[in-house]
């Protein structure tokens, strides 16, 4: 099992940046993947962006590619996600989550491969 604490969220203005990281504990593999999503009020969780620990290749939803940067830092255990050019309906509470994926190339994940997952961190854009 995998522990996960999210840090670094925040309100900011439209436009501005956030960074948030995401610290793990417990085993932790190389084939693991890291995933940010977010939920906003009344609507579902949804995907925001992942990374391999092992290689560190990305994916990323299409609503934050080119604002939003997701990163790990093996020796600190930590994944961070960088978002810039915010917008009011980047609003939501941002979670990380950490799955296996039994794999040695594999590193894009379904929602429901994802095992663990922290609690959660606010970021508010303001208009």
């Known amino acids: 099992q995998v522990q996960l604490v999210e840090s670094g969220g925040g309100l900011v203005q439209a436009g501005g940046s956030l960074t948030l990281s995401c610290a793990a504990s417990?085993?932790?593999?190389?084939?693991?993947?890291m995933g940010w999503f977010r939920q906003a009020p009344g609507k579902e969780r949804e995907f925001v962006a992942s990374?391999?620990?092992?290689?560190?290749?990305?994916y990323y939803a299409d609503s934050v590619k080119g604002r939003f940067t997701i990163s790990r830092d093996n020796a600190k255990n930590t994944v961070y996600l960088q978002m810039n050019s915010l917008k009011p309906e980047d609003t939501a509470v941002y979670c990380c989550?950490?799955?296996?994926?039994?794999?040695?190339?594999?590193?894009?994940?379904?929602?429901?491969?994802?095992?663990?997952w922290g609690q959660g961190t606010q970021v508010t854009v303001s208009s």
């Open positions: 417990g085993r932790t593999f190389s084939s693991y993947v």
């Open positions: 989550a950490a799955g296996n994926t039994y794999s040695r190339v594999r590193y894009i994940l379904g929602e429901n491969e994802y095992n663990d």
């Open positions: 990374i391999r620990w092992s290689n560190a290749m990305t």
